[in-house]
């Protein structure tokens, strides 16, 4: 395992939505978001071939958006 620490801007709602989403999964912000980076790159889906493709050239995938 790999510890990074990463900064980045979202919009209030979608950081109060992402913040009640981990509270009811019973983890903090960053677990939560850690394992919904990992289920989006482990998780073969359209448009999404893991972690060497898929995504949108802003380096989203329509999943985690």
């Not at 019973?26 to 898929?54: A, F, I, T, W």
């Amino acid at each position: 395992h790999y510890t990074m620490h990463i900064q980045t801007r979202l919009d209030p709602k979608i950081l109060e939505a992402a913040k009640r989403a981990a509270e009811l999964a019973g983890s903090s912000l960053s677990e939560y978001l850690r394992k919904l980076v990992q289920r989006d790159v482990e998780s073969p889906h359209e448009g999404n071939e893991g972690v060497e493709g898929g995504g949108t050239s802003d380096g989203e995938t329509d999943r985690i958006r």
